[in-house]
């Protein structure tokens, strides 16, 4: 995610007391850090007249967790898919009236046909949807296959690192075996471990929070992760010799939808938020500045920026779903990965 | 009659003890003996689950890493630390020294392993230094493994070793050394046999001050350990609260680490007890 420098922030403040004086309507939202551009929240404040009152969170467990002890007053968030099926079953989110969101008609039929969290989309309005892929640096390794089997290379040994998770590090070997990224069998799961086991040994280790930096500093040669936290590191003559790609296998993506929660008291500027999210204009202008590909079809059109991945290449990958008690298997194989049993 | 007070000056102490340190660890205590919660938290059913999961092979295997580690970072801290601290007491210039060792703290510690990534790296200082002077071909790779954590942690506690030894040493009687020398101990003897168990203290200070908090580190192995042999009991915490969210399994290795670090000043208060006495009955 990029960061949004300081006196945005302050702007933002400014704008936002500055629309405290009258007395107006409220959406109280909960969104991921940074991942909506600022132009764009005002646009809807000054369109509506409705105000947004933003809070932030890191990672879907926070949001969750505070969700969960109650009382935080919340109309609207973003979890991930797993935690949208984890929230329908705990009866946290309210059913989405359709009608009241036109735009719903503009995402793309064959993307929404693959959500099985909440098949019709009856709690949820997708948001955008990504994936971790390799960043590679096309100076020091010109030559490679865009797959998963780079990770097999003896002569880039030392030099590659992958993510310090094991979703989506053994979404990456089940995809690479043919598997889906949610299996529960045991074979599978058992081939998928001697694959990360022989990728572990030739990377230089499992890393989720200073791949970035390394790679900019010509560290490392091949990394595994979210393209955002690798590119945002690059200075300009660094970015023209890396090369992101999503491996021709796939792997596991995520998806992030709008849902409302129970006990909302601003349904109605909920509804014309999520509405303004799906606007084909506002849309492209939200995806230019994730630089990854949008679900509207519509807005696809729109689009201004070259993305880092396409749509296409989504399409090769799977949902990670919420696998409950079972995430224990995977649980027990990364560990034995991480100890080199 | 006066009034004794004394009671009464200890209850901010209590106090802050209790809320900050007994609290907290009775209810991690609690926790480990619940059933875990589907999505994290607990479910108030007893349950000895979280113990019966350290009987894991997996487990005992990342006990023994954390062990090998912390145990080896701790005799490393040790044999360095002794020489150092024995200087800087017989040296002229103590405090300029004190100075020295004090300085790494005006850093921050994450910044001080960024650091010893970019000295060990494969385009590390290190690695551009040995090339350059042509002593290796291609680079070593220094990071990422089980050494290079020893290597940072060793660094990281090495003063909280130097500064005990260095108070200890300063106090000892160094004629004792003489005295051992007349009576026709070799030089090597004097030391071993007379200083050594002088400054008892201080080393069982310094060899706490290193082991108890390598062998619940986290940060130093996540960042410079690697793929395998580096993963410590610290790292396997976080995974279960985030990753896994078995709240039990994380709390139960959690009071591990506690009982393991208490036991451990338990040994330092009953090495002192027995020390006295020894005083004691040598006065006697």
């Known amino acids: 995610m990029k960061k949004i420098p300081v006196w945005g922030l302050l702007l933002a403040v400014v704008i936002v007391a500055g629309g405290c004086s009258k007395e107006s309507e409220k959406l109280n939202f909960y969104n991921w850090v940074t991942y909506i551009p600022d132009d764009v929240r005002q646009d809807f404040e000054t369109e509506t007249g409705i105000e947004i009152v933003l809070e932030e969170f890191a990672s879907n467990e926070e949001m969750y967790a505070k969700l969960k002890a109650g009382g935080a007053g919340y109309d609207v968030t973003i979890p991930s898919g797993d935690f949208v099926s984890i929230m329908i079953r705990e009866g946290m989110l309210e059913k989405i009236d359709m009608s009241r969101v036109p735009n719903f008609k503009h995402l793309d039929p064959e993307f929404l046909a693959k959500i099985e969290f909440d098949p019709g989309n009856q709690y949820s ?38 993510l310090d998770d094991m979703r989506e590090v053994m979404g990456d070997a089940l995809k690479f075996l043919g598997y889906s990224v949610n299996t529960r069998n045991p074979e599978e799961l058992e081939q998928a471990k001697k694959v990360v086991g022989d990728w572990r040994d030739r990377i230089v280790k499992f890393d989720a929070e200073t791949f970035g930096p ?58 014309r938020f999520i509405n303004f999210i799906q606007r084909p204009d506002i849309n492209a202008r939200i995806a230019d500045f994730l630089t990854i590909p949008s679900l509207n079809l519509e807005a696809r059109k729109l689009m201004k920026e070259q993305t880092a991945y396409s749509y296409e290449d989504l399409k090769r990958c799977e949902f990670k779903e919420d696998l409950g008690k079972d995430v224990e298997l995977y649980d027990e194989i990364w560990h034995e990965i991480r100890i080199g049993m | 009659m006066k009034k004794n007070y004394g009671s009464i000056y200890t209850l901010p102490m209590a106090f802050w003890v209790t809320l900050f340190f007994l609290v907290p660890v009775l209810i991690v205590f609690l926790y480990s003996f619940l059933e875990r919660g589907e999505h994290g938290g607990v479910v108030w059913i007893f349950s000895l689950n979280a113990y019966r999961d350290m009987l894991s092979p997996t487990f005992i295997h990342i006990l023994g890493i954390t062990l090998f580690i912390s145990l080896l970072s701790t005799a490393l801290t040790l044999l360095i630390a002794l020489p150092c601290g024995y200087y800087m007491a017989r040296s002229r210039r103590k405090s300029l020294y004190l100075f020295l060792i004090i300085i790494p703290f005006l850093t921050n510690f994450l910044i001080r392993i960024y650091a010893w990534q970019a000295i060990l790296g494969n385009s590390g200082f290190l690695n551009n230094l040995l090339m350059r002077l042509g002593l290796i071909d291609n680079y070593i790779q220094f990071l990422y493994n089980e050494w290079a954590v020893i290597i940072v942690l060793v660094y990281s506690y090495l003063p909280y070793a130097i500064l005990p030894l260095y108070s200890t040493i300063e106090k000892f009687d160094f004629s004792l050394l003489e005295a051992a020398r007349d009576l026709g101990a070799s030089h090597p003897a004097s030391i071993l046999r007379v200083m050594i168990p002088n400054i008892r203290s201080g080393i069982i200070s310094a060899v706490l001050f290193t082991f108890i ?23 396997l915490i976080a995974d279960e609260i985030l990753v896994n969210r078995n709240w039990p399994f994380a709390s139960a290795t959690s009071i591990l680490i506690t009982l393991v670090t208490t036991a451990a000043m338990g040994l330092y208060v009953f090495a002192n007890k027995s020390a006295a006495r020894a005083a004691q009955r040598k006065r006697i």
């Open chain 1, 214 to 271: 390394a790679f900019a500093r010509g560290e490392f040669w091949v990394v595994q992760g979210y393209v955002e936290n690798v590119f945002t590191e690059l200075e300009e003559s660094m970015a023209e010799n890396a090369e992101f790609f999503i491996p021709e296998e796939g792997g596991p993506m995520y998806l992030d939808s709008m849902v409302i929660l129970k006990g909302a008291k601003n349904i109605d500027a909920a509804y």
């Open chain 2, 213 to 235: 908090p390598t062998f619940g580190a986290y940060a130093v192995p996540k960042l410079v350990g690697g793929g395998r042999n580096s993963f410590m009991l610290g790292n």
């Open chain 1, 125 to 162: 309005v997708p948001f955008f949807a990504g994936a971790a892929g390799i960043t590679v640096n096309t100076r020091q390794v010109p030559d490679f296959e865009k797959s998963w089997k780079i990770f097999y290379r003896e002569d880039l040994r030392g030099r590659m690192t992958m």
